[in-house]
């Protein structure tokens, strides 16, 4: 049985950094493609970044160039480093592995002064 666990929330004020982690058990993430998504109060659940199995990572246009998509295959771990972040990623962070179709319990990101 495949399950994922984050962790790394955190309350913090703008413009600064969380590293978030989602370890992975059962299986083996190596092959997989990954990906973190957030839903914060009153909006959808929505991509923050994706990342193959080959390591090539995309991300939406709101944390471009202030989050970073890794993956230790190692310690079975998939990570999203933020930095300068916004009031406006404050959110439950999740990660999935979509072709599984499983998802994590979220980890809360507060971002507020």
């Known amino acids: 049985q495949v399950q994922l666990v984050e962790s790394g929330g955190d309350l913090v004020q703008p413009g600064g950094s969380l590293r978030l982690s989602c370890a992975v058990s059962?299986?083996?993430?190596?092959?997989?493609?990954m990906g973190w998504y957030r839903q914060a109060p009153g909006k959808q659940r929505e991509l923050v970044a994706t990342?193959?199995?080959?390591?090539?990572?995309n991300y939406d246009d709101s944390v471009k160039d202030r989050f970073t998509i890794s993956r230790d295959g190692a310690k079975n771990t998939l990570y999203l480093q933020m930095i300068n972040l916004k009031p406006e990623d404050t959110a439950v962070y999740y990660c999935?592995?979509?072709?599984?179709?499983?998802w994590g319990q979220g980890t809360q990101v507060t971002v507020s002064s």
């Open positions: 990342i193959t199995g080959s390591g090539s990572a």
């Open positions: 999935t592995i979509p072709p599984l179709g499983i």
């Open positions: 059962g299986r083996s993430l190596s092959s997989f493609n």
